[in-house]
């Protein structure tokens, strides 16, 4: 059967390129030369199905006696009107708005678009850039949730204004990245979960959601831990810290109503959020008064000088805080929420300066954010002991001086000794402004990882949840865990928690790295806007060095936990580890150009032979790599 079948592909596919090479054009397909008619017929036996956005041209018989006209190269039609082909979509993979959409009641984030105006200068617009305000804002958040606090106030703690310059390149590694997500979202029109769906086989996808999904959890875990602590110290230690953990389950439905109200409305929130991050712990910098030269000098100098491991561990713990993976999905989703034609390569090209731009500023913001939580704990802080500060504390009555031991070790802070002490040295003040600026980082964070987690899921597994049932889920998984050590542990136990959150965020970091790399520079995915050889290079040598760090932060964890059977837990999950990472790592080094690694990799254009060839590599969708680049250069109307 299967020879015969092959035999009248043969016959359909020789008549049709005879006559497509005869004077009588019987017609125009979307889908150009002989590749896309052997999908045509192929696709009509049920072998391969096209993807619904993909239609093809009916044919249009021509008179015998009269010859084909070429295309306008300006309007793309033919010169008699009778056959109009027209560029829809830009990018090869991205689908038509689904007819349903505006009725799911659940559509996160995207019920709404914010149109873009018109403007008739050419250059720059301060009007476009403020309508492409909000995602980098969004985005910002995870650089300023309760996990990154910790690793600052530590930093300052323990290296003093040392390390500013690893917080500074973390932040601008971190720029880079986030770029290549936003340009994924505007160019394709789809999120990056959505993407690895397309892209990734069956089994490295699921295993893919797993880890994106563990990530999430451990973040929504470290804001849980921020919100308790806040409402703890707010309340003078009223609320206990379980109790804490139980408001954030109630407050997080609260605000998830904010979107509602309007997308813009919701962005102005979390704008005021961090606006309330400023202006907190810019109070607290102010109130110190940090040594300004050693802040430029830590800043500009890639040095430390009499550093040691724990402070190397610390630079190290910087890069894992900042570089978040879920952070990578969530900037190529909210890009999605304007109005862009990209049909028009023009606005693409627009859209991708004026997203960059804003992350800019956003990241810009957030890195001073940081930087003042650093300086005050480098410039008030560094050096001192335990003693040292349980005197000041017992000096200004305060209840908390039996938090820090009468010894001679150096002192060690968390986000909760950090506004035990800022009350301590500064007044109480201090220390209800630094819980204030707590919460408001928990909270932020909190909902941002709530539209994470909505659009990973959906994306991986196109599963359409509503946001309030994903929310009973993950903050459910993220809050019993967390509520156990409130009730049967002390506070040091629960912010002691962060450095576990840490390493598990850290070894996900490969999970969002590679594939984002891998999916933005493929020509057949991005097409002009496909990552360039600096890109590539520079982006590859980014992504193994942030892994190759992190990785290193994860091996010095684990062997201070001092454990026989932990070392041989780490071995062996390190192996299927490593093994899932070099399989991504593998297609990316495809994607980048290693040609001699594509063995299998990629379904080529099927040769008419008895058996079918299936790709075990990159995408199990066939129509996209049959179709190439094709798809996104000619389409019909709609």
Request: with cysteine.
């Given at each position: 059967?299967?020879?015969?079948?092959?035999?009248?592909?043969?016959?359909?596919?020789?008549?049709?390129?005879?006559?497509?090479?005869?004077?009588?054009?019987?017609?125009?397909?979307?889908?150009?030369?002989?590749?896309?008619?052997?999908?045509?017929?192929?696709?009509?036996?049920?072998?391969?199905?096209?993807?619904?956005?993909?239609?093809?041209?009916?044919?249009?018989?021509?008179?015998?006696?009269?010859?084909?006209?070429?295309?306008?190269?300006?309007?793309?039609?033919?010169?008699?009107?009778?056959?109009?082909?027209?560029?829809?979509?830009?990018?090869?993979?991205?689908?038509?708005?689904?007819?349903?959409?505006?009725?799911?009641?659940?559509?996160?984030?995207?019920?709404?678009?914010?149109?873009?105006?018109?403007?008739?200068?050419?250059?720059?617009?301060?009007?476009?850039?403020?309508?492409?305000?909000?995602?980098?804002?969004?985005?910002?958040?995870?650089?300023?949730?309760?996990?990154?606090?910790?690793?600052?106030?530590?930093?300052?703690?323990?290296?003093?204004?040392?390390?500013?310059?690893?917080?500074?390149?973390?932040?601008?590694?971190?720029?880079?990245?986030?770029?290549?997500?936003?340009?994924?979202?505007?160019?394709?029109?789809?999120?990056?979960?959505?993407?690895?769906?397309?892209?990734?086989?069956?089994?490295?996808?699921?295993?893919?959601?797993?880890?994106?999904?563990?990530?999430?959890?451990?973040?929504?875990?470290?804001?849980?831990?921020?919100?308790?602590?806040?409402?703890?110290?707010?309340?003078?230690?009223?609320?206990?810290?379980?109790?804490?953990?139980?408001?954030?389950?109630?407050?997080?439905?609260?605000?998830?109503?904010?979107?509602?109200?309007?997308?813009?409305?919701?962005?102005?929130?979390?704008?005021?959020?961090?606006?309330?991050?400023?202006?907190?712990?810019?109070?607290?910098?102010?109130?110190?008064?940090?040594?300004?030269?050693?802040?430029?000098?830590?800043?500009?100098?890639?040095?430390?000088?009499?550093?040691?491991?724990?402070?190397?561990?610390?630079?190290?713990?910087?890069?894992?805080?900042?570089?978040?993976?879920?952070?990578?999905?969530?900037?190529?989703?909210?890009?999605?929420?304007?109005?862009?034609?990209?049909?028009?390569?023009?606005?693409?090209?627009?859209?991708?300066?004026?997203?960059?731009?804003?992350?800019?500023?956003?990241?810009?913001?957030?890195?001073?954010?940081?930087?003042?939580?650093?300086?005050?704990?480098?410039?008030?802080?560094?050096?001192?002991?335990?003693?040292?500060?349980?005197?000041?504390?017992?000096?200004?009555?305060?209840?908390?001086?039996?938090?820090?031991?009468?010894?001679?070790?150096?002192?060690?802070?968390?986000?909760?000794?950090?506004?035990?002490?800022?009350?301590?040295?500064?007044?109480?003040?201090?220390?209800?402004?630094?819980?204030?600026?707590?919460?408001?980082?928990?909270?932020?964070?909190?909902?941002?990882?709530?539209?994470?987690?909505?659009?990973?899921?959906?994306?991986?597994?196109?599963?359409?949840?509503?946001?309030?049932?994903?929310?009973?889920?993950?903050?459910?998984?993220?809050?019993?865990?967390?509520?156990?050590?409130?009730?049967?542990?002390?506070?040091?136990?629960?912010?002691?928690?962060?450095?576990?959150?840490?390493?598990?965020?850290?070894?996900?970091?490969?999970?969002?790295?590679?594939?984002?790399?891998?999916?933005?520079?493929?020509?057949?995915?991005?097409?002009?806007?496909?990552?360039?050889?600096?890109?590539?290079?520079?982006?590859?040598?980014?992504?193994?060095?942030?892994?190759?760090?992190?990785?290193?932060?994860?091996?010095?964890?684990?062997?201070?936990?001092?454990?026989?059977?932990?070392?041989?837990?780490?071995?062996?999950?390190?192996?299927?580890?490593?093994?899932?990472?070099?399989?991504?790592?593998?297609?990316?080094?495809?994607?980048?150009?290693?040609s001699c690694l594509d063995i299998g990799s990629r379904l080529t254009l099927p040769v008419l032979e008895e058996t079918n060839r299936y790709r075990v590599g990159l995408t199990g969708h066939s129509d996209l790599y049959l179709l190439n680049d094709v798809d996104s250069n000619m389409c019909v109307e709609r």
């Amino acid at each position: 059967m299967a020879g015969k079948t092959n035999a009248g592909l043969s016959d359909n596919l020789n008549k049709e390129t005879i006559e497509l090479n005869g004077p009588a054009t019987p017609g125009i397909f979307t889908i150009s030369q002989t590749a896309s008619l052997f999908v045509y017929e192929t696709a009509n036996l049920g072998l391969f199905s096209f993807p619904e956005h993909i239609e093809i041209l009916p044919r249009v018989t021509m008179p015998p006696d009269q010859e084909p006209q070429p295309l306008d190269e300006e309007n793309h039609s033919l010169e008699n009107g009778e056959i109009q082909i027209v560029q829809t979509q830009y990018s090869s993979i991205s689908p038509p708005e689904s007819p349903e959409s505006a009725d799911e009641p659940f559509s996160t984030y995207f019920e709404e678009k914010v149109p873009i105006p018109e403007d008739s200068k050419p250059g720059f617009s301060f009007r476009k850039l403020w309508a492409f305000t909000g995602p980098g804002f969004l985005m910002s958040i995870a650089y300023l949730d309760p996990g990154n606090i910790e690793s600052d106030l530590q930093s300052g703690a323990k290296a003093g204004f040392k390390l500013l310059w690893v917080l500074m390149s973390a932040t601008i590694l971190g720029l880079l990245l986030q770029r290549l997500a936003a340009r994924l979202g505007v160019v394709t029109g789809m999120h990056l979960a959505e993407v690895c769906h397309r892209q990734y086989p069956a089994v490295p996808r699921i295993v893919l959601w797993l880890m994106v999904e563990l990530a999430i959890i451990g973040s929504d875990m470290q804001e849980v831990i921020g919100c308790a602590i806040a409402f703890n110290l707010l309340s003078a230690g009223r609320i206990p810290l379980w109790g804490g953990v139980l408001i954030t389950i109630v407050d997080t439905f609260v605000f998830l109503f904010l979107d509602k109200y309007g997308l813009r409305k919701l962005e102005a929130f979390f704008g005021f959020l961090i606006t309330i991050m400023a202006i907190t712990f810019g109070y607290e910098y102010v109130m110190v008064k940090p040594d300004q030269g050693e802040l430029l000098k830590g800043m500009f100098l890639p040095y430390c000088q009499g550093c040691g491991a724990p402070q190397l561990e610390q630079a190290v713990g910087i890069v894992g805080a900042v570089i978040m993976p879920h952070n990578i999905y969530l900037h190529s989703a909210l890009v999605k929420s304007r109005q862009i034609d990209r049909s028009k390569k023009s606005e693409v090209k627009e859209a991708n300066k004026y997203f960059f731009i804003e992350s800019c500023v956003a990241l810009f913001i957030s890195f001073l954010i940081n930087v003042f939580v650093v300086a005050v704990f480098a410039e008030a802080f560094y050096g001192r002991t335990n003693e040292e500060v349980h005197d000041v504390c017992t000096n200004s009555s305060s209840p908390y001086s039996n938090l820090f031991p009468l010894n001679n070790q150096t002192l060690e802070v968390d986000i909760y000794k950090g506004g035990v002490v800022l009350g301590c040295f500064f007044g109480p003040a201090a220390l209800y402004i630094w819980a204030v600026g707590i919460l408001a980082a928990g909270q932020s964070s909190t909902m941002t990882g709530t539209y994470s987690g909505q659009f990973v899921m959906e994306g991986f597994l196109n599963l359409k949840w509503s946001r309030f049932a994903r929310v009973f889920l993950t903050r459910s998984i993220a809050i019993i865990p967390t509520l156990l050590v409130a009730v049967f542990q002390d506070v040091q136990t629960l912010t002691g928690m962060n450095d576990f959150l840490n390493v598990l965020q850290s070894m996900q970091l490969p999970f969002a790295l590679i594939p984002i790399l891998t999916f933005t520079s493929l020509n057949s995915i991005m097409n002009d806007f496909a990552n360039g050889l600096l890109w590539k290079i520079g982006g590859g040598v980014v992504i193994l060095m942030v892994c190759c760090i992190n990785m290193y932060f994860v091996v010095v964890y684990v062997t201070s936990l001092g454990s026989v059977v932990l070392y041989v837990m780490a071995a062996l999950l390190s192996v299927a580890y490593l093994g899932f990472v070099g399989y991504l790592a593998w297609q990316c080094l495809i994607a980048l150009g290693v040609s001699c690694l594509d063995i299998g990799s990629r379904l080529t254009l099927p040769v008419l032979e008895e058996t079918n060839r299936y790709r075990v590599g990159l995408t199990g969708h066939s129509d996209l790599y049959l179709l190439n680049d094709v798809d996104s250069n000619m389409c019909v109307e709609r």
